[in-house]
């Protein structure tokens, strides 16, 4: 890779990819919402895990509240995930530190393109001691369109002034896939089968073969 003359990126999806926060985003959505008198359901947090706030609670509680209520519980939610966070010990899932740490050897370009604020992904990617290995980070608040239109991996591709058929998505989520086919880039989904659009699909990140990433741009 570190000959080509076009450069090549790895765009990263950060929770369920690089991280394993499910249970952290689940309390603090609870907590939040119990405060306001209202309640979500295990599955409804499953059903939206890796959409952007607007588009979650949209989906929770339809036309009850307004766009100023919704944005008031959906910045409170998060404040609350990040002071988790910052109390917990975050580990990256398996694989995900090694890889990273390799790609950035072999000179490939890297960002973290996420549906989450931009805050949390930098809460997240300091608490994994690996802040200085992404050039840019992304979050919800850079792009217009949250997952699955393909506005955050675009944007991300730019910002490391990647082209998008060099660039390789890594998404854990149906929406994030489809984002990356959108951008009409390549995608390894990882930790669920039915990744049918995913150009290569792995149980986790340390399952990938050696030549993953090389293999998918030259297939190209």
């Known amino acids: 890779m570190t000959g080509d003359r076009v450069p090549a990126g790895v765009l990263w999806d950060l929770d369920g990819t690089l991280v394993d926060s499910a249970e952290e985003h689940w309390q603090a959505w609870r907590e939040t919402l119990e405060a306001e008198d209202l309640t979500v359901t295990r599955e409804q947090f499953r059903a939206t895990f890796g959409?952007?706030?607007?588009?979650?609670?949209?989906?929770?509680?339809?036309?009850?509240?307004?766009?100023?209520?919704?944005r008031r519980i959906g910045d409170a939610k998060e404040a609350r995930y990040r002071a988790l966070v910052s109390q917990g010990a975050l580990a990256p899932l398996p694989g995900a530190a090694e890889w990273v740490r390799q790609l950035a050897d072999q000179g490939w370009r890297q960002a973290v393109a996420s549906s989450a604020p931009r805050a949390n992904i930098q809460v997240v990617v300091a608490a994994l001691a690996l802040g200085g290995y992404f050039a840019a980070l992304v979050g919800a608040e850079d792009v217009a369109h949250g997952k699955p239109a393909p506005d955050v991996f675009l944007t991300a591709a730019g910002l490391l002034s990647v082209p998008a058929a060099r660039a390789v998505v890594v998404e854990d989520a149906a929406a994030g896939i489809e984002a990356a086919r959108r951008a009409r880039m390549r995608c390894i989904g990882v930790g669920a089968a039915g990744f049918a659009p995913a150009d290569l699909v792995v149980a986790s990140l340390d399952a990938l073969p050696p030549d993953a990433f090389e293999r998918l741009l030259s297939d190209r």
Do not use: F
Not at 51 to 70: E, F, K, S, Y
């Open 51 to 70: 959409q952007r706030n607007d588009a979650i609670l949209t989906a929770w509680l339809g036309a009850a509240l307004g766009p100023d209520d919704l």
